[in-house]
């Protein structure tokens, strides 16, 4: 069918990660390829239209690629939201994004899942790498037990940190600090370009691995975490926040910039659509 | 009176900080002042038994004085409890804990209070100083704006945080990481003696003022925020949660190891009645 073509193409382009180095890229593809297998039956086909799922500015100094596939009705998955944003800065270097997050929808309060590398130059990345909660933990010491502390979800952190070319990352964002969860990786790593990609392959994939395994084990896939009635609002109220400032901090301001206020406007519109905003 | 005798010769022996250094002792003084100066005439003496407000062991190695004073009925502060620990430890340096934390009550939301410096040689000092939220910051972005955001909290951190001498600090517990807010301060200062003295004078000292003058202002003083009826129970429950879980993670096995089981009985009752737990 026409609607699998466009999947598929927009797929392809998507995986490409042209602007990446391989290890980088081999991340990402491994990433995604796990969710596939797990979860590829739950999920619809990405129906964008094609220059939404790839577009660029007219100058072609900027890339990007969005790849989003809303879950069937039965699944736990609302979404999931694989992209990546290339763009030449006017220092010459460029600015390379690639993310794959994964939301849950009200039949499940476990977290979502969120990887993203930012990467500024061959030199620099910053991974975000974290299961936000969707409870407010202070109020729910139970869900931090089960799925932060009996998890041992913090040794991956302890054990990037320990790397001396990492330091912790703050994110100016006040809002994506607070929606972390205290397990969070949020990490710089500055080092010369073979060196970044030895840690890339080396201790980024298979901690990345490992986190996305357990979120797809005990989250996505882990049932028995049905939400009460009286809880759903909360949960709906909430997640749609989560969703709405997300998307604000993360394009609201940048996207106009980098491809134009049309094409901006209709790669928001299509997002707000499968967010359900 | 025999209370305010009480208090009095409680208070006296609070504010010897016996074994910290000078810098380090003018600060904490400095800080309950302008707590007693702004919110004095609010609160109760302290009439813990002067065995609870100053206690020590059999052999004289773990010592700690506790001063704690509940608001007024027509105040919104609930208490303060400032605190000093000291003990030797097994390798001959000594261990030593000063805190003042304030919470409020249920006439306003605003955020509680906390100021801890862990000092475990004369070389090494955790600082933690935060307002800690009283409401998911997800949940509620207006919230982080007026608290953290419009007031520039951040920037104290950022400024602590570009001495060389300092380095991030997370602790092991998850809880206590979801408790405190993005804005917390929550470093590790590692250098020499002279030079830490130093740091407390000029950097920490000022820092501590500035975030404890926010709070009084715009926390404890700040009015304006009443609790609508409904949201009383959501926060009653939180702050109680947050009492709880405090005492079990700072107190909850420490206190009878240095102390012995019956005077850490004793100690335990007395904070968990003001506490209302």
């Known amino acids: 069918s026409s609607q699998m073509d466009l999947h598929n193409q927009g797929r392809a382009k998507f995986l490409e990660f042209p602007f990446v180095s391989a290890p980088h890229r081999a991340l990402m593809v491994n990433l995604l390829s796990k969710v596939e297998d797990r979860l590829g039956s739950q999920l619809l086909p990405c129906t964008l239209p094609l ?11 900027s890339q990007a690629s969005l790849h989003i596939r809303s879950g069937l009705q039965s699944s736990p998955v609302d ?3 694989g992209s990546w944003l290339h763009c030449k800065l006017p220092t010459g270097a460029a600015l390379n994004i690639t993310s794959l997050i994964a939301y849950l929808n009200l039949s499940t309060d476990a977290p979502n899942f969120v990887a993203e590398l930012i990467q500024s130059s061959p030199t620099s990345l910053i991974l975000l790498l974290d299961l936000p909660p969707r409870k407010d933990l202070v109020l729910y010491p139970d869900y931090l037990q089960t799925f932060y502390e009996d998890s041992q979800l913090d040794t991956h952190r302890q054990m990037l940190q320990k790397l001396p070319e990492v330091q912790p990352y703050v994110s100016s964002s006040l809002y994506l600090r ?3 969860s205290p397990t969070r990786i949020m990490i710089r790593i500055e080092t010369e370009e073979g060196r ?8 980024i994939e298979p901690v990345a691995v490992e986190v996305l395994g357990f979120w797809l084990d005990h989250c996505a896939c882990g049932g028995g975490r049905e939400v009460k009635e009286e809880e759903k609002a909360y949960l709906k109220k909430r997640d749609e926040l989560v969703k709405k400032k997300s998307i604000e901090i993360d394009l609201g301001s940048n996207l106009p910039k980098l491809f134009g206020p049309e094409l901006a406007e209709r790669v928001m519109g299509a997002i707000n659509d499968v967010y359900n905003l």
Chains 1, 2 share one sequence.
Do not use: A, P, R, Y
């Open 178 to 180: 607070s929606l972390f």
């Open 51 to 61: 220059d939404v799922q790839h577009c660029q500015n007219e100058s072609g100094t």
């Open 79 to 81: 979404f999931i939201l």
């Open 196 to 203: 970044m990609e030895e840690i890339l392959k080396d201790h």
